[in-house]
């Protein structure tokens, strides 16, 4: 009867739709309970709000197919209230609501004031949020916490303003006009993290604004996070920190999907749209009814992540996640922390030495972004030290530096000394003749440190009080030697000298040698062509030069690249080779330095002993053959390096030429990928469609003669032909009798496919069956996969590492038009079907 008095109050309107049809079944003797349902201590209103209703914390709208419900909540264990749409149909999670959006997220309601606070429609087509203010014993104010500010046009007669909250998760104020329906505002236009199927994520060229999706604080602060994505007017969306950095970007839409965002046809969403015209642009995506919950949405950590309801966990599974690693994301572990891409969970982001948390409740959460501060203040002086990092990925925090070009590592210290601000440095050395790209200075907080991958990094000094001294013990004991020396006899105190000095001297030139191996160096001309003895022991050549190998004055074994066709100025030769140089990995072959003296451009690289894969695999020069352990691990650290390519360096780098002469093995035939980075050092864009192909023919993805823009899918395609010759031993193709081209992998699916042949048949004769049959069996899938013509369907190099270490199980792939008649392209397409299969937990 409570609803009966609103509608005799005035509250609630007769001839609404929903108010008609419930008093109509009230008349009736039907049951009511759909339209006004009880659940626990709130009441649920139908689906409709009127001009002077209000939701109080007790009472809650829900969508008419009841799939979203709209009402006052409380984040986790926080105290602050808030008004928001969560999922009705979706069970809590760990007793937590699903929230898709949150009205007051930075103006929270304190308990004492959430039984006076009321969710309200004004005439004038205003959602407000205000709470009672008592003014005396006898009277109050209406203090506003939030408000749509949707107030309607004076020249313009409105009727049956209303507040509807739909089965999409979009609550709207709409009006009527002359019989037009109008909608005045809704919560589609203005999101906060959520991106809910059938909204617009767009930008608008007339206020030059885009609609920006913002993390939360953390798990239990809805308000405004660090990270925030939007779409920018040039159609690539933009994740930005603290609203000024731009730390990754999706790459421009295709026509199906956005360049770096190739996983987003993973999941039930149905269809994509991107859509330009006169006064903006926009984003939209949609499900099926039928399908189960599916969105995307910025989660605390920074990244952009989708994710399907599974109703057999009943739990949200996460489907794709950008960027990926999470060490990826700026700023991630807060300032003067170091983020480890070997660790998950609280342990990802550490201290630096000489540093605690700021927040101790850090230590037990994924949430680290408050990140650290000192134990000890700064004496600001010479008395101050400094603690070495060793093997640091420079790459993400260079731009934060100050650039400071100085004589020496001693002068580089000494201006960071200078400057109390100053809190760490690094000193940058190129070449024989002693020229300095320069010192690195950082001011302020030091954010973005990241370990290295691998054993070639550099090393970051970080300024600590005296206090802190965390020096090598070795460098104590010195100390006291020195000390004792000082007052004992002449002679003592002389040996005590050599000691110190040699022992000095001892420690110089290792940091020499480490300086020279963390930094390129600027070879000569003259002392490269000495080192390869007049360019005379030719390795190999390919597109972009010939490569020969050298001799430094060490005995260090090198291999020189001779480019050609390199049209850049040299400032801008030195700035990309400088970049490449940053790049590390265990699984690339480590640039040690360069050479550009007029025309001529060199780059000289580590020698790997074993050379290319290619010898190994088609037994040439008497060549070792590869067993399968070994052929296994080059394949998995292969991938492993074509991840970091694709995923973790700063920008995707896209090789553009993957295959076994591109496959260098070390001394213990650990794989190490050759050529990367050369397509954009030799002036080479791929963000837009080329009119030809770069590559090897046999290698090539469909699409470079396809008239579409490239993607790193290219390189997918080509680590799966590789992959192919991997497991035979063999070349993927070869001439046969009348003139028809035998093809393997076509060859291969119908022994195993359609015929149900054993996999070990497609193995490589000289293995003599001796594999690790289910390790082949998960190669062959993957190298299956890599090569379906639609590159939607090809996975990313991540899942394929993912994959190969057992972490996920892989169905075969549905048949393929491609493999079947390899010179013919096809246009069908189908959706990307792996089976996944979770093995381990993360």
């Given amino acids: 009867m409570g609803q009966v008095v609103q509608i005799l109050e005035g509250l609630l309107d007769v001839n609404d739709p929903p108010i008609h049809r419930y008093l109509q079944a009230l008349m009736e003797g039907e049951e009511t309970t759909s339209f006004f349902s009880k659940s626990s201590s709130a009441t649920s209103l139908a689906d409709t709000m009127l001009v002077g209703h209000s939701l ?140 809910l199927p059938g909204a617009k994520f767009g930008y608008n060229n007339l206020t030059n604004t885009s609609q920006i999706l913002t993390s939360w604080r953390n798990s239990e602060d809805p308000s405004d996070g660090f990270y ?66 599916f969105h995307a949405f910025v989660d605390v950590s920074g990244q952009l992540k989708a994710a399907v309801w599974l109703s057999e966990t009943q739990d949200w599974m996460e489907i794709w996640t950008k960027p990926m690693p999470l060490c990826q994301v700026y700023g991630t572990c807060g300032a003067f922390s170091i983020c480890s891409d070997n660790n998950i969970g609280p342990s990802t982001c550490q201290c630096l030495p000489g540093f605690e948390k700021h927040n101790p409740k850090d230590l037990d959460s994924l949430d680290s972004s408050s990140g650290c501060v000192r134990k000890t203040s700064l004496w600001c002086g010479d008395k101050d030290i400094f603690q070495v990092m060793r093997n640091m990925d420079l790459s993400k925090i260079i731009i934060s530096a100050n650039v400071s070009v100085v004589g020496d590592a001693k002068k580089c210290k000494s201006s960071c000394l200078q400057n109390c601000s100053c809190n760490a440095y690094a000193y940058h050395k190129t070449g024989s003749n002693n020229n300095s790209i320069g010192c690195l200075l950082w001011y302020g907080s030091l954010v973005n440190v990241r370990q290295h991958v691998g054993d070639d990094g550099v090393d970051l000094f970080i300024r600590l009080a005296a206090s802190e001294d965390h020096l090598p013990s070795s460098r104590k004991k010195i100390s006291t030697v020195a000390i004792v020396g000082a007052v004992i006899s002449g002679l003592i105190i002389l040996g005590g000298i050599t000691i110190v000095f040699l022992h000095r001297y001892s420690k110089r030139r290792s ?120 052929r296994y691990q080059i394949a998995l650290g292969t991938a492993r390096g074509l991840a970091y390519l694709h995923d973790e360096c700063r920008d995707c780098i896209i090789h553009c030429d993957i295959k076994p002469e591109n496959i260098l093995l070390d001394a213990d035939f650990s794989p190490k990928i050759a050529d990367f980075g050369l397509a954009k050092l030799l002036g080479r864009e791929f963000s837009r469609v080329l009119t030809f192909a770069r590559g090897t023919v046999g290698y090539l993805a469909p699409e470079w003669t396809s008239g579409v823009a490239i993607t790193s899918k290219v390189d997918v395609y080509s680590y799966g032909m590789m992959l192919f010759e991997l497991i035979s031993g063999r070349r993927n193709s070869r001439h ?107």
């Fill in 511 to 630: 940091s020499t040698e480490t300086q020279k191996y963390a930094f390129l160096t600027a070879f000569r001309y003259k002392d490269l062509k000495i080192a390869t003895k007049n360019f005379s022991d030719e390795l190999g050549s390919g597109g972009f030069g010939c490569v020969f190998k050298g001799k430094l004055p060490d005995s260090t074994a090198i291999a020189v690249k001779k480019l050609e066709v390199v049209t850049q100025e040299e400032k801008q030769f030195r700035r990309e080779v400088s970049t490449i140089g940053l790049i590390h990995h265990v699984n690339l072959v480590r640039l040690r330095g360069f050479c550009s003296e007029g025309a001529k451009r060199m780059l000289v690289y580590d020698f790997m002993p074993n050379g290319s894969l290619e010898r190994h695999l088609f037994h040439q020069n008497n060549s070792k053959i590869l067993n399968w352990e070994q």
């Fill in 228 to 293: 925030s994505v939007k779409l920018e007017p040039g159609g690539t969306v933009s994740f930005i920190w603290n609203q000024s950095h731009e730390f990754y970007n999706s790459g421009v839409w295709n026509g199906r999907y956005f360049g770096n965002f190739p996983e987003m046809r993973i999941g039930v969403a149905s269809s994509y749209e991107y859509r330009s015209y006169a006064n903006g642009s926009y984003f939209i995506y949609s499900v099926a009814d039928a399908d189960p919950p």
């Fill in 56 to 195: 109080t914390r007790n009472r809650t709208l829900v969508s008419k197919g009841g799939k979203f419900e709209l009402g006052f909540f409380t984040p986790g264990n926080s105290q602050k209230h808030y008004i928001g749409i969560w999922y009705k149909q979706v069970p809590s999670v760990q007793k937590k609501k699903t929230i898709v959006w949150v009205a007051n997220r930075n103006k929270p309601i304190s308990a004492t004031d959430l039984s006076s606070s009321e969710f309200k429609l004004l005439e004038d087509g205003q959602l407000v949020l205000f709470f009672m203010k008592a003014k005396n014993n006898y009277s109050s104010d209406e203090v506003p916490i939030w408000s749509t500010n949707s107030i309607t046009s004076r020249t313009m007669i409105y009727s049956s303003i209303k507040v509807v909250l739909h089965d999409n998760g979009n609550l709207a104020v709409s009006s009527s006009s002359n019989g037009n329906i109008i909608i005045m505002w809704q919560s589609f236009d203005h999101p906060t993290n959520y991106l």
């Fill in 736 to 842: 046969a009798n009348g003139g028809r081209v035998w093809f393997f992998p076509t060859w291969a699916a119908k022994k195993v496919v359609s015929e149900g042949q054993s996999v070990l048949s497609i193995l490589d004769d000289n293995l003599a069956g001796n594999a690790n049959v289910e390790e082949l069996d998960r190669a062959f899938k993957v190298a299956y996969w890599c090569i379906q013509e639609a590159e939607t369907q090809r996975p990313s190099m991540a899942r394929v590492v993912q994959i190969l270490e057992g972490l996920l199980d892989v169905n075969y792939p549905p048949n393929d038009r491609h493999l079947q008649a390899p010179m013919m392209a096809s246009e069908e397409t189908s959706s990307f079907s792996f089976k996944i299969t979770s093995k381990a937990t993360t």
